[in-house]
């Protein structure tokens, strides 16, 4: 019996002696860790072995994976040949087993190390737990056996050559492409006679743009497929190539799935986009008909036709966009909402003054104040109209500057239009008019006969409206008259005004008839004109018909 005790003894003491190795590596002294500590994944080979949860002895996870890396890497060539093994017992109140890579510990899976969550029993855990021991091993065996190292080796340079060759045939085609698109850009250019926008240029910069944003995607894609492959010839780096492949075919999965999810909205908004091109056209006959003149339209004028119908496109198209909008795929994105958000705040912030200028230009046009080409004066500033904007009106004056006037400063100013004119003696554009002061000691028939003759001196005069004159006023020493023509061409109005000015004063020196401007007090002795014998004194040259 005694004997039987001892040789039980001594198996106890065998069984615990594991425990006993165990506990004083695990209870080393270490900095005081939290109850709780956070759970680290230990990986080995860039392997994942286990995620380790519980503190042992006051040993944290991190500490517990930091000393099972040590332990790995200090394994020997020999230790890697050994068998892995595992040893039950229980450490500071958890049951367990520890893991040895022949006769050295590498770690301890206890049962704090499971996932709450996961139902399966310890023994599962510890299962695949050695499993991953053993291919972690077996890795870093074959990564230090020379011949997989050369093998590797050899497999990657020669890809690496066939990647070379594939970027030395892609950069051929980009330019073999290159001069396709070149070549047919100048058959274009040359065969082209229409007027107007050519986009040959734009489509040729959107598809050189196109052709080198295909080329380094390429480029991109074999480059990332090499080094998948050369990772995967390396047992240390096998795991990172696995993972750049699952990454690849996930997001290929994921672009794709993306791309048939959004069939469905890109059909419909294809849809919506036919049908407002439809309306669009629609709406554009209709001006174009009424700008014609074979349709008339209540409220609706040949000069307005082209704002009503850039606000009527407008107006269908928004409806469109709203109608498609929530369609377009990724529309419902946070990407695109805080787009959205952000351009709204902007045009919340700056678009008062823009506004103000749209709804003034608006007021242009539908009071149909000007049109281009029209000769006007608004405030200080007097030209012809050279074009209408949207936000602003720009005229060009007679020195050839050109003037750009805000749409709301020409609403709030009176606008003068040399180049209307109402019915009055039957006149086609506003007439033009010049006043002189002449002393009582002329007759007014006499004054009123040198105006009209000096009038038919003017080029252009508009035969369809006779000159007529008006007296103003009768002053304390003068009568104000003033005449009014009319001509052809109202931006020939300044060039009208110098030559009629001219002939007034030619017309009344040749008649010995005093002009009072500037305004006399008193009458001079003798008449002040310019005898006719003088009218070409130096440097004034003598006219052809004498």
């Known amino acids: 019996m005694t004997m039987v005790f001892l040789l039980m003894r001594r198996l106890a003491a065998l069984a615990m002696l594991p425990w006993l190795v165990i506990g004083p590596v695990l209870a080393a002294p270490e900095p005081a ?61 958890q049951h367990g087993e520890a893991i040895y890579v022949g006769e050295r510990l590498l770690m301890a899976v206890v049962e704090g190390d499971r996932d709450p969550e996961d139902k399966a029993p310890l023994e599962a855990l510890i299962r695949q737990t050695v499993d991953s021991v053993g291919q972690a091993v077996a890795a870093r065996r074959q990564q230090q056996h020379w011949p997989t190292l050369v093998r590797g080796a050899l497999r990657a340079g020669g890809t690496l050559a066939v990647v070379v060759l594939l970027g030395w045939a892609l950069t051929k085609t980009r330019r073999l492409l290159r001069r396709v698109v070149d070549a047919s850009l100048q058959r274009h250019l040359k065969a082209r006679t229409a007027d107007g926008f050519d986009w040959t240029a734009a489509l040729y910069q959107l598809t050189d743009r196109i052709v080198r944003i295909v080329a380094v995607a390429l480029f991109a894609l074999v480059a990332f497929v090499w080094l998948e492959f050369a990772l995967l010839q390396f047992p240390l780096t096998h795991p990172l190539g696995e993972r750049m492949g699952a990454y690849l075919w996930r997001l290929l999965e994921e672009v794709g799935a993306a791309m048939v999810g959004a069939l469905p909205g890109l059909l419909v908004v294809a849809i919506i986009v036919f049908i407002t091109r439809g309306v669009q056209a629609v709406v554009s006959s209709v001006f174009a008909a009424t700008e014609r003149g074979n349709l008339t339209v209540p409220g609706l004028h040949p000069e307005t036709v082209p704002a009503t119908r850039r606000l009527a496109t407008v107006l269908v198209w928004a409806l469109g966009f709203t109608f498609a909008y929530p369609y377009i795929p990724g529309s419902q994105s946070d990407v695109f909402k805080g787009v959205s958000v952000l351009l709204g705040f902007m045009l919340t912030l700056g678009s ?8 003034s230009g608006m007021v242009l046009v539908y009071a149909r104040a000007l049109r281009v080409g029209d000769m006007v004066s608004i405030g200080d500033t007097v030209g012809w ?15 050839q500057e050109q003037i750009t006037l805000p749409n709301a400063v020409v609403v709030g100013s009176a606008v003068h239009n040399y180049s209307r004119s109402g019915d009055i003696n039957g006149g086609s554009a506003a007439l033009l008019s010049s006043a002189v002061t002449i002393g009582y000691d002329t007759p007014w028939r006499q004054v009123h006969a040198m105006l009209l003759n000096a009038a038919r001196e003017v080029p252009g005069l508009d035969q369809g409206t006779a000159p007529f004159v008006l007296q103003r006023g009768l002053s304390d020493f003068y009568v104000e008259y003033e005449l009014f023509f009319a001509i052809e061409d109202p931006r020939r109005r300044f060039f009208a005004l110098s030559t009629l000015h ?12 005093q002009i009072m401007s500037p305004h006399f007090v008193l009458q001079p002795k003798d008449p002040v004109l310019v005898p006719t014998e003088q009218w070409h004194a130096p440097p004034a040259q003598q006219r052809s018909d004498g």
């Open 33 to 93: 860790a939290e109850a709780e500590a956070a759970p680290v994944e230990l990986r080995l080979m860039n392997r994942p072995i286990l995620v380790l949860r519980a503190t042992l002895a006051g040993v944290t996870p991190e500490a517990r994976a930091r000393r099972a890396r040590d332990r790995f890497e200090a394994l020997t060539p020999s230790d890697l040949r050994q068998p892995i093994r595992t040893s039950a017992g229980e450490l500071a109140g």
């Open 352 to 359: 008062a003054n823009v506004v103000n200028q749209l709804m």
């Open 385 to 399: 109209v050279e074009s209408l904007g949207p936000l602003s009106v720009r005229l060009v004056n007679l020195r």
């Open 502 to 513: 001219a002939a007034i004063q030619d017309e009344f020196n040749r008649h010995n008839v």
